[in-house]
């Protein structure tokens, strides 16, 4: 077998059937010794309350409990992953002063750590990289490239004289998804985790729900994070976890997504599909609450492809884009009107300030077009240099803004060289995407359908990041890509097609 390929088909590793049961390499097969710390560790804290300082307990068991997640993520690591997931959505509400990195990036280790043990172990065998992952190595050692250069202008925020994060925004908009989907190339490579990975979401995505309802018709103690709303960053916009009406928008629509396809599996319980189904409904409502039309922009493209393309589950999609086209022409008044709280889509004000903002990203990439202003510099750059789209636009019109397009974005800090490595990984990625929705079979959780799911998720990803930077947000970033790794992988692993070349026949997984 050669280095970094997959093991036969229909035949398991030894060390993949342990995975389950092993929580670290220390534990091997004894994962009842982290049960047996963490008992001892509470009777240490209940002796420390009864004789120790204040409040030592109480951090004795938030640090044992730690441990216990850092045990559990390197011991496995499709839980490395859902601790990352987790940590991501929940990363504004989450505490990270007392910490030395935010949640979500100590995680972020944990799936390296984690990944890198399962390799070394041989439960998991590392993917054959090509093209896509050469293309991204590229891409990610330009942008370290643009970081150590020096530039004209300071990485910092004028108004406030901060200092911007660039490695950080590395990290998040460029390594983050990159990593995740080699791993799901390799880590997601069986029904029952590809299920797990499913159901995770969708139960983030049902917290998306659930608090976006909450904002506008529950009772205001029910929300958590409280600044939902105590202190939303757009007023009458669901917000959700993010405090971003588009970034919540967004995954409410890869919410809805993968409900319709989850509802739609025979072999999945019948509570679990009604539970799908419900989240798949009330979804849409949510959606039309974040009152975001580059959202609703993308849902109803969504729809469209989704009831061209999802062969199997398309029921839902053909049924609400009926009943979306009834409801707009039945309300075209209220549609075309300015009044965005009742549905219209008629405001100018955020489209004035794309416009102007493009205007000084093209402007920036005639000035610098091969290596661009630096990374994590578009703001600066927006503050002294800005520019107006037209006469009839009003000059302070996206002033000072960050950027609110990934490609142009992209192209004015890191020149054109740059984005074209950008684009040619998208090319790259979407291509696989196009080959798995031929390649893999039509039935199966990891089948056809669950390739045409990551094709919807990645689109709608791309024409949210034509309105905003998708470089600053984690989680809808690790979603996406991870997402595609997993069914990249799964294509890889069924094989060709019948009759292309060598004709092997599919995995026997991915039709279980």
Not at 214 to 234: C, D, E, K, M, T
């Amino acid at each position: 077998m050669t280095v970094g390929a997959p093991p036969a088909s229909g035949v398991q590793h030894p060390a993949r059937e342990m995975a389950g049961s092993e929580l670290t390499v220390a534990a091997g097969r004894r994962p009842w010794l982290l049960a047996v710390l963490f008992i001892e560790t509470i009777g240490l804290q209940l002796a420390l309350l009864a004789t120790g300082p204040a409040n030592v307990g109480l951090a004795v068991l938030a640090l044992a409990t730690g441990t216990a997640i850092v045990i559990a993520g390197l011991g496995n690591p499709t839980i490395a992953v859902a601790l990352l997931l987790i940590a991501a959505f929940f990363r504004l509400a989450l505490p990270a002063d007392s910490l030395p990195a935010d949640p979500w990036v100590l995680a972020f280790g944990g799936v390296l750590g984690a990944g890198a043990i399962a390799i070394a172990r041989r439960v998991h065998h590392l993917p054959q990289l090509g093209g896509v992952e050469a293309a991204m190595v590229l891409y990610l050692a330009w942008n370290i490239g643009s970081a150590l250069a020096p530039h004209s202008l300071p990485a910092s925020l004028p108004t406030t004289g901060e200092e911007f994060a660039v490695w950080r925004f590395i990290i998040t908009g460029t390594l983050l998804p990159f990593v995740l989907y080699v791993v799901g190339r390799f880590v997601f490579d069986r029904p029952p985790v590809v299920r797990r990975l499913l159901w995770i979401v969708l139960w983030l995505a049902g917290y998306s729900v659930a608090v976006t309802m909450l904002q506008f018709h529950g009772p205001a103690a029910l929300v958590w994070p409280r600044y939902i709303v105590s202190a939303p960053n757009w007023e009458g916009r669901a917000v959700g976890v993010f405090n971003q009406p588009v970034v919540n928008g967004l995954i409410l629509v890869v919410g809805f997504v993968i409900a319709l396809y989850v509802a739609a599996q025979r072999d999945e319980p019948q509570w679990r599909r009604a539970c799908a189904a419900v989240l798949a409904v009330t979804s849409v409502y949510a959606i039309y609450l974040t009152h975001t039309r580059a959202i609703w922009l993308a849902f109803a493209i969504l729809l469209v492809a989704g009831s061209v393309w999802a062969r199997g589950f398309r029921t839902g999609f053909v049924a609400l884009l009926v009943a979306m086209v009834l409801a707009v022409g039945m309300n075209w008044s209220t549609f075309t009107s300015t009044d965005r709280g009742a549905g219209g889509v008629g405001s100018t004000n955020e489209v004035h300030d794309r416009l102007n903002m493009a205007a000084t990203a093209i402007w920036a990439i005639q000035e610098k077009p091969v290596a661009g202003w630096g990374i994590g510099r578009f703001t600066v750059v927006n503050t002294y240099h800005h520019k107006q789209w037209s006469p009839e636009i009003q000059w302070e019109r996206g002033y000072g803004f960050a950027a609110h397009h990934n490609e142009l974005g992209i192209a004015a800090e890191l020149g054109l060289a740059g984005v074209a490595l950008w684009l040619a990984v998208l090319a790259l990625v979407l291509r696989r995407l196009i080959r798995a929705a031929r390649t893999l079979p039509t039935d199966g959780i990891c089948g056809r359908g669950l390739a045409i799911v990551a094709l919807l998720a990645f689109g709608c990803w791309v024409l949210t990041g034509s309105t905003v930077d998708m470089r600053f947000f984690e989680f809808p970033n690790a979603l996406v890509w991870l997402l595609a790794g997993t069914v990249v992988g799964a294509a890889e692993r069924a094989g060709p097609l019948p009759g292309r070349g060598n004709d092997r026949r599919r995995h026997q997984v991915v039709h279980k």
